[in-house]
T-cell receptor, first 116, second 112 residues
Framework: GAVVSQHPSRVICKSGTSVKIECRSL??????MFWYRQFPKKSLMLMATSNEGSKATYEQGVEKDKFLINHASLTLSTLTVTSAHPEDSSFYIC????????????FGPGTRLTVL | KNQVEQSPQSLIILEGKNCTLQ??????????LRWYKQDTGRGPVSLTIMTFSENTKSNGRYTATLDADTKQSSLHITASQLSDSASYICVVSSTAGTALIFGKGTTLSVSS
């Protein structure tokens, strides 16, 4: 099956620093990738939709200047949390959409961000 | 409003027993329905995906059903194992857009 990787799996940073999370589709090309955020015992919340070669589309309430998304190639999208604060601590999950009859999304393993 | 509701919120069963999780949705227009398993601290992993024309689909000990008329789906787990302990998420896709509508999940705990 299609595999999506994320790096790093865990990151701890100081308040005010920026953190970059990578999402890669390993064995397929994904023109569209999605970034989600998940709080403990809560459902995934879509943050933004990333299309290769164009600007990301952010969901209402998500600050585009705080969560910078770059989708420079068909296999890589990055999410940068700028000037991170403790309230940004969360589980960040990406997914990549493969072209199929279902347009199925394959999820990465997630990145646990802790901001001190 | 597009919504996906799952029940029960949590469930505890003994190893070896069967269980059924429920999903009701109000998403329209409907494209497909997916069941995912999410282990703690991991990303969701797809179990099954069904369009409106598919009534049932199996993946090993997991069997999903779909009734597009009543907008209900179920996930049946047979002969549960300790490794089945996870959150099971029902996700519905609409033809109206690319966004997925997530249920809040059912947390299953299998004990020995």
């Amino acid at each position: 099956g299609a595999v999506v990787s994320q790096h790093p799996s865990r990151v701890i940073c100081k308040s005010g620093t920026s953190v970059k999370i990578e999402c890669r589709s390993l064995d397929f090309q994904a023109t569209t990738m999605f970034w989600y955020r998940q709080f403990p015992k809560k459902s995934l919340m879509l943050m933004a939709t990333s299309n290769e070669g164009s600007k990301a589309t952010y969901e209402q309430g998500v600050e585009k200047d705080k969560f910078l998304i770059n989708h420079a190639s068909l296999t890589l999208s990055t999410l940068t949390v700028t000037s991170a604060h403790p309230e940004d601590s969360s589980f960040y999950i990406c997914s990549a959409r493969a072209f199929s009859s279902y347009n199925e999304q394959f999820f990465g393993p997630g990145t646990r961000l802790t901001v001190l | 409003k597009n919504q996906v509701e799952q029940s029960p919120q949590s469930l505890i069963i003994l190893e070896g027993k069967n269980c059924t999780l429920q999903c009701n949705y109000t998403v329209s227009p409907f494209s497909n329905l997916r069941w995912y398993k999410q282990d703690t601290g991991r990303g969701p992993v797809s179990l099954t995906i069904m369009t409106f024309s598919e009534n049932t689909k199996s993946n090993g000990r997991y069997t999903a059903t779909l009734d597009a008329d009543t907008k209900q789906s179920s996930l049946h787990i047979t002969a549960s194992q300790l490794s089945d302990s996870a959150s099971y998420i029902c996700v519905v896709s609409s033809t109206a857009g690319t966004a997925l509508i997530f249920g809040k999940g059912t947390t299953l705990s299998v004990s020995s």
